[in-house]
C-alpha cells in the first residue's frame, strides 16, 4: 500500500486507477495500524486493485472531502466512483467478497 500525503494525490490515484482501495487512519491508533497491515496482506492476492492510505494529520482536509469522520475508514472506488464503505469495524470477510466481486466486473468489462 501507498502512503499519500495530500488530498490532490489521492484524487489523481482514484482517477487514474479503476480499482482504489483507500484507508484513511490517525496515527495515534491502534486499530488503524492493524486493519491497514492487514488489507495490506488481504491486497497481496489481489493484484487488480490499488490500494492507497492517509494519516488525517498529514491530510486533514480528507475528512471532510470523503466523509471520514472515524478512523479507520476504509473505502473501494471502481472507476473513480465509491461503491463501498466501512468504518471503524471492518469485516474482512466481508471485504474480500467485495474486493472479489468488483475484480471479477474489471475481467469481464
Same mark, same amino acid.
Given at each position: 500500500?501507498?502512503?499519500?500525503? $495530500? /488530498? ?11 480499482? !482504489? ?6 496515527? /495515534? ?6 486493519? /491497514?497491515?492487514? !488489507?495490506?496482506?488481504?491486497?497481496? $492476492?489481489? %493484484? ?11 491530510? %486533514? ?38 474486493? $472479489? ?9
Amino acid at each position: 500500500m501507498q502512503q499519500l500525503m $495530500s /488530498q490532490e494525490a489521492i484524487q489523481h490515484v482514484i482517477e487514474e486507477q479503476r480499482l !482504489v482501495l483507500f484507508v484513511v487512519k490517525t496515527g /495515534q491508533c491502534g486499530v488503524c495500524e492493524s486493519v /491497514q497491515a492487514k !488489507v495490506a496482506v488481504m491486497l497481496e $492476492s489481489h %493484484p487488480d486493485v490499488t490500494g492507497i492510505y492517509v494519516y488525517m494529520e498529514d491530510a %486533514p482536509e480528507v475528512a471532510s472531502a470523503y466523509l471520514a469522520f472515524s478512523a479507520p475508514t476504509v473505502i473501494l472506488f471502481f472507476e473513480g466512483k465509491e461503491v463501498f464503505r466501512v468504518a471503524r469495524f471492518v469485516r474482512f470477510d466481508e471485504l474480500e467478497h467485495v474486493l $472479489s466481486q468488483y475484480e471479477e466486473a474489471l475481467r469481464e468489462g
